[in-house]
Every structure is written in C-alpha cells, then in structure tokens.
C-alpha cells in the first residue's frame, strides 16, 4: 500500500473501539439496577431508552458512513457488556439459589451441569439482546441519516449542485 493511510473499514470511520466501548457502557448502569436494586418504572425506563437514544445521536453527529453497522456493533458490544453484568452478579441475586431445570428435565442433571446450562443461556440471551437493541438503534439511525441525506439534497438546485466526474457545464450552465 502506498502512502501512509492504512485502511479503515468503513463502519469504523470515525468510530475506534474505545469510542464503541464507551457508547456501550452507557447502557450498564441499567443492567446493574436491573440485578442488584430494582428501581421504579420511570427511573428504568430512562435508563433503558437514554443510552441507545445517545448512541445514534453521537453516530449520526459524527457521520459514520454506516449508521446500522456502527449502532449495531455497539449493541452486540453492549450485550457482551450486559453478560458480564450478569455473570459478575450471579451469585447475590440468586442468594446461593440459582434457578434450576423444570419440567422433564427436573433433577435429571447435577445442579452443576444445570447452572452451567442457565449460564450459557444468559450469554446467548444478553448477546441477543444487546443485538436487538442495537439493530433498532441501527435502524432509527439509518432512516435519521437518510432523511438527513435526501433533505440536504433535495435543498441544492441543479445549478448548485457540483459537477461529478462525468458532466460538463454548457454554455447555458455559465453566468
């Protein structure tokens, strides 16, 4: 490669990890109230939607080239965040009684092997669920930024509009 750019894939531009880990850790104090001290319906529900509202204010303010991917990203980041989350504070919400395999599965495993697969279980769940979150995010910020898009374009007459490669102004086009 000549010059000294590397390339950048396109999602990440203008955002690096720590930017993307930054915008998911928004979202972890909700996680921790959820687990240890439930709060009230208006309290969680400003936790629950601020962060992703953030997140695709800060995308789109800093114009990432592809809004969905980036707000995406940070979603899945998020749910491996939210894991931790809930891997870190399985102990005291289950008070040493964590939950247990029903129905034909009851008392056929040791409960070993049952927290093992409850575990697995909240991994993949947190990891959907940071995905969910954050192609919704992705999808508001895609249609803010297309609107966005279409408004500033559709302000520019054809004679403001620069010319692309191909086109070439006639007579008529100068003043």
Same mark, same amino acid.
């Given at each position: ?33 959820? +687990?240890?001290?439930?709060? &009230? ?33 940070? &979603? ?6 939210? +894991? ?22 009851? &008392? ?25 979150? &954050? ?24 004679? +403001? ?11 008529? +086009?100068?003043?």
């Amino acid at each position: 490669m000549t010059g000294s750019r590397q390339h950048v894939p396109a999602w990440r531009s203008p955002f690096s990890w720590p930017w993307i880990i930054g915008l998911a850790l928004l979202a972890v104090p909700r996680a921790l109230f959820h +687990d240890l001290a439930p709060l &009230g319906p208006f309290p969680n529900a400003v936790l629950a939607i601020a962060p992703p509202l953030i997140w695709v204010l800060v995308v789109i303010t800093r114009r990432a080239q592809h809004p969905f991917v980036v707000l995406l990203v940070i &979603g899945c980041v998020y749910g491996a965040i939210l +894991d931790v989350v809930h891997e870190a504070t399985w102990t005291t919400v289950w008070d040493g009684h964590p939950p247990r395999l029903g129905g034909n599965l009851e &008392g056929r495993l040791s409960p070993a092997v049952e927290t093992a697969l409850m575990r697995i279980v909240v991994f993949i769940s947190s990891f959907v669920t940071g995905a969910i979150i &954050g192609a919704v995010s992705g999808l508001v910020g895609w249609a803010v930024d297309h609107h966005r898009a279409r408004r500033n374009t559709s302000v520019l007459t054809k004679s +403001d509009r620069p010319p692309t490669g191909g086109e070439r102004h006639s007579r008529r +086009d100068l003043p």
